[in-house]
């Protein structure tokens, strides 16, 4: 494994005559769409950019121009120093589609209202009544997988991160069991956010009455998770709020705003519980998807994790007094998240002009935080490729910029279930890696599959094998 001591490399200073940024020539009418949208070669594209034009450059989505933003000086601006001039931009807000106004894509005095009410539900006081239901469903798909580890079989690991963050999700926030229903709501999600996707890149976006093909798979799929949406509050309001262990809806459902009086409307709820429900497995689960992957690929990653599993947890599922001596397994986590992070870029609009980094920054400018690319950069990260989790010991971190790293975002919208994911992602990978081995498939082929979330394109094809005294 590598070391290094973190660069204090700063951005381009702003200059008294700010200049308009670079970028790749644009071809009418899609502008540079055709080298951004295959999923496979976004990235290296970006790359590429930043290598020719740097940090600052600007690319045209059809004919609207975005200014792409990599150095985390100019994050730490947009997200931080002068936020209140960067609201979601436009194309974020087509996820209004399907998310509704809920905390994602809301904005101004009634985002921190929602904010406000709901963040104490994911403080780590609020969160540690809710490790003993993850490590439950983490031990049922290990006793799931011990068919396939003594038969030497295959499994999509995908898929199956994902039943198991759709069952965490359901139960920790919602007080509900899907476990039945896991495969009908994770397909919807799929088209959810690939025609999202879609939406948010399209030159030409046909409003949802128009009866196109894709038009009618996102309705099909929204109808499937606002039904199942429907069904867990009514359960959950006939049944009435759990008073000795109050889940996220029972507090929802309960809320009543200080000014007025009034509690959410169904619509508001719908919205709230809908992000909660997408945005709360999907991340976690590509999470723990790569970070299979990764170990699949590196041996000697792999052993120091077992190395640590074995030490501390002796083969007894971990609890929560466990995870602070659980140090590697963060670290591996984190590591995962740097090169494959689960949500890779993040948009702002500018509402005023500005200056980032000696350019130019017009009113409605579109603003594109790419943390793929950003995860990548040179000066704050040596062999930036390469896959080593000890460059998040304590030390290394305090050394490193604060904005070189964002798998959940920053500043104030910074993502308000990441203790909740890092909990979640470290309690499964240890109870799942404590008794089996996950080998990618030789002949598989691994590619991005960038949508709104990082999936891999081709799914995760891995053979499940049992750790016995002999691997360990």
Not at 18 to 30: A, D, E
Not at 65 to 93: C, F, M, T, W
Not at 163 to 182: K, P, Q, S, W, Y
Not at 366 to 394: K, Q, S
């Amino acid at each position: 494994m590598t070391t290094s001591t973190p660069s204090t490399a700063t951005a381009t200073p702003d200059t008294a005559t700010p200049r308009t940024p670079p970028g790749p020539p644009s071809r009418w009418p899609l502008g540079n769409l055709p080298e951004i949208i295959p999923g496979e070669t976004r990235f290296r594209t970006v790359l590429g950019w930043q290598r020719q034009y740097g940090d600052v450059f600007r690319v045209f989505l059809g004919t609207r121009e975005e200014i792409v933003l990599l150095h985390p000086d100019h994050i730490q601006h947009v997200l931080v120093g002068n936020a209140r001039n960067y609201p979601k931009s436009d194309l974020v807000h087509k996820l209004r589609t399907f998310l509704g106004n809920g905390l994602v894509t809301s904005e101004g005095d009634f985002w921190l209202r929602q904010r406000r009410m709901m963040q104490p539900h994911f403080h780590m006081k609020a969160l540690t009544g809710l490790a003993a239901t993850m490590g439950r469903v983490a031990a049922d798909v290990a006793a799931d997988w011990r068919t396939h580890a003594q038969a030497g079989a295959e499994i999509e690991v995908t898929h199956e991160m994902m039943r198991l963050t759709l069952r965490v999700i359901a139960l920790t926030m919602f007080g509900a069991d899907i476990e039945g229903r896991t495969a009908r709501v994770g397909a919807a999600v799929e088209v959810l956010l690939r025609e999202g996707a879609r939406k948010m890149l399209s030159v030409v976006d046909p409003p949802l009455w128009v009866p196109t093909a894709a038009n009618r798979r996102f309705l099909a799929a929204r109808r499937t998770v606002d039904e199942e949406v429907q069904a867990i509050v009514a359960e959950r309001r006939a049944a009435g709020p759990n008073e000795a262990a109050p889940s996220l809806l029972d507090m929802l459902i309960a809320a009543v705003d200080e000014e007025t009086g009034e509690g959410m409307t169904d619509q508001q709820l719908r919205d709230e519980v809908v992000t909660i429900f997408l945005a709360g497995h999907e991340t976690t689960a590509l999470a723990l998807t790569w970070t299979w992957y990764l170990l699949s690929r590196h041996p000697l990653v792999e052993r120091k994790l077992h190395a640590e599993l074995d030490a501390v947890l002796d083969g007894r599922a971990p609890a929560l007094a466990d995870l602070p001596a659980l140090a590697y397994t963060g670290m591996v986590i984190d590591e995962a998240m740097r090169l494959y992070p689960p949500v890779f870029y993040l948009g702002r609009q500018a509402a005023a002009d500005d200056v980032v980094g000696g350019f130019r920054v017009p009113k409605g400018a579109m603003i594109g935080l790419n943390m793929f690319v950003t995860h990548r950069h040179p000066a704050f990260w040596d062999n930036p490729e390469g896959f080593d989790p000890e460059r998040f010991t304590p030390e290394r971190v305090a050394r490193r910029h604060k904005y070189a790293y964002l798998p959940f975002g920053g500043g104030a919208r910074v993502c308000a279930g990441s203790n909740f994911a890092l909990m979640e992602a470290k309690i499964v990978l240890a109870t799942l890696a404590q008794q089996y081995r996950l080998a990618l498939r030789s002949e598989h082929p691994v590619a991005y599959d960038p949508i709104i979330t990082l999936r891999p394109k081709h799914g995760m094809v891995m053979r499940v094998t049992p750790r016995t005294p002999a691997t360990i």
